[in-house]
């Protein structure tokens, strides 16, 4: 079975500018959730997406911004963007059928960098 | 609110000893699930243990074995015969009915050959 798949892997942006990062769950996986990592905070929630919904966020600006196709493949999108944006952005997918307590598995992660 | 607290930022293990990340978890939620992500210098996190909240052995994998103690609220990390490619980030992760999966703030272990 293939895994996450996350394109771009790389990314250079000027502040203003917006962005958006595609992520592809393994086959039968409904649920993705996408994550920030920066080395002062950490690994943070984004949001999570299941057949379509999004069925929690975390606290971000609105400038962050998701969706789910009926495929289970994902976008995220960051408008206006910041310098602290600069960061890795990690998506994972489950399968979260009955229940949400299914391990995770994460893709390679898209590397934004904002100038 | 959930929370993970890894109170070690780094660790030092000597290469085929066992080493132990320490996990404490706070959460309000009865049921809920506890993982272990190892991320090497490549960035990729890589899935290595689960526990659920209602499993009543502590459960393990190869390796990697999680020690866990619900009445302290703990979810240590055991990794036996510790290896050089063990070395990287390990991260303690907590995930609730909420779908929201909560991380602490990772332990980096180095292995000493």
């Known amino acids: 079975k293939a895994g996450v798949t996350q394109t771009p892997r790389y990314l250079i942006k000027t502040r203003g500018q917006q962005v958006t990062l595609s992520c592809s769950p393994i086959?039968?996986?409904?649920?993705v959730s996408w994550y920030q990592q920066t080395p002062g905070q950490g690994l943070q929630f984004l949001f999570e997406?299941?057949?379509?919904?999004?069925?929690n966020k975390g606290n971000f600006p609105g400038r962050f911004s998701g969706r789910q196709f009926s495929n289970s493949r994902s976008e995220m999108n960051v408008s206006t963007l910041e310098l602290g944006d600069s960061a890795l952005y990690l998506c994972a997918s489950s399968e979260r059928g009955a229940t949400p307590l299914n391990e995770q598995f994460f893709g390679p992660g898209t590397r934004l960098t904002v100038l | 609110a959930q929370k993970i607290t890894q109170t070690q930022p780094g660790m030092f293990v000597q290469e085929k000893e066992a080493v132990t990340l320490d996990c404490t978890y706070d959460t309000s939620d009865p049921s809920y699930g506890l993982f272990w992500y190892k991320q090497p210098s490549s960035g990729e996190m890589i899935f290595l243990i689960y526990?659920?909240?209602?499993?009543?052995q502590n459960a393990t994998e190869g390796r990697y074995s999680l020690n866990f103690q619900k009445a302290r609220k703990s979810a240590n990390l055991v990794i036996s015969a510790s290896q050089l490619g063990d070395s990287a980030m390990y991260f303690c992760a907590t995930l609730t009915g909420g779908f929201k999966t909560i991380f602490g703030a990772g332990t980096r272990l180095f292995v000493k050959a």
């Open positions: 997406y299941f057949s379509e919904t999004q069925r």
């Open positions: 086959s039968g996986h409904r649920s």
């Open positions: 526990q659920g909240s209602y499993d009543q």
